[in-house]
């Protein structure tokens, strides 16, 4: 897919001379505002469902992560790691660099977005042809979308929790093997707790749940099950 930014510039005296967006084909939209001089980024985030979520980086590293619409502080890692392909599009190697590789976002342009067009808040059918591009876009691109939806499940640094629960599980089943010598009844017990442990991710600790962690239990509960059915 290639990526389309719109530039804005804001003035010189403004807190962030320069703004980037880019509307994602989820519906969202993405907006980088960057001071070069004082080596300040700030990420914002306004989801189709209303949510609005900002994080301000300086020279690399974040200093400030809010919920923009109720203005707590929140922890963004995952909620922007959504977007670390859609932000390594941006074709501008010092503001890259500026966020440092933050939210897994890379630090150098890799040449797959279209040309920046300056965008004058007057013209009104650029915005209107900007519009419809990314609808149609974002229909073309829908077998990319679910892709790009699962891969930050798959790739982002394990928290202390998913290891956790991946040990608690898979000693669990191990000592039910142990117990009875039974392939079928620990790995029942292996794939019912890496569900548990997926249900766990959305419904108590409120985030996608980490699926390579569901795979590391889910899989060899698998094998184990039709080991249990092989040499019944």
């Keep these: 897919m290639r990526y389309s930014w719109s530039f804005l510039k804001n003035g010189e005296h403004a807190d962030f ?3 980037y967006i880019l509307r994602t084909i989820r519906g969202d939209r993405l907006k980088v505002e960057a001071n070069r001089l004082r080596g300040m980024i700030r990420i914002i985030v306004e989801e189709y469902n209303g949510s609005r979520w900002q994080s301000v980086i300086s020279n690399g ?6 919920d ?6 929140v922890d963004l890692e995952d909620i922007l790691g959504k977007y ?7 074709p501008d190697n010092q503001i890259l660099r500026l966020i440092g590789g933050n939210y897994g976002v890379m630090t150098e342009f890799l040449g797959k977005a279209e040309r920046l067009f300056e965008l004058d808040p007057n013209a009104g059918w650029v915005t209107f042809f900007s519009w419809w591009r990314n609808k149609w876009q974002y229909i073309l691109a829908i077998p990319q979308r679910c892709l790009q939806s699962l891969l930050p499940m798959l790739v982002y640094r394990p928290r202390v929790a998913d290891l956790i629960d991946a040990a608690i599980i898979g000693s669990l089943s191990w000592l039910v093997f142990q117990w009875n010598y039974s392939y079928l009844q620990a790995g029942t017990f292996a794939c019912a707790g890496a569900l548990a442990c997926g249900l766990a ?32």
């Design 61 to 66: 590293v974040v200093i400030r992560e809010v």
């Design 201 to 232: 991710d959305v419904f108590i600790r409120h985030r996608a749940p980490y699926l390579m962690k569901v795979l590391v239990l889910f899989l060899p509960g698998m094998v184990a099950i039709w080991l249990g059915w092989h040499y019944q």
């Design 17 to 19: 001379p320069e703004t």
């Design 84 to 90: 670390s392909i859609d932000l390594s599009s941006l």
């Design 68 to 73: 923009a619409l109720s203005g707590r502080s």
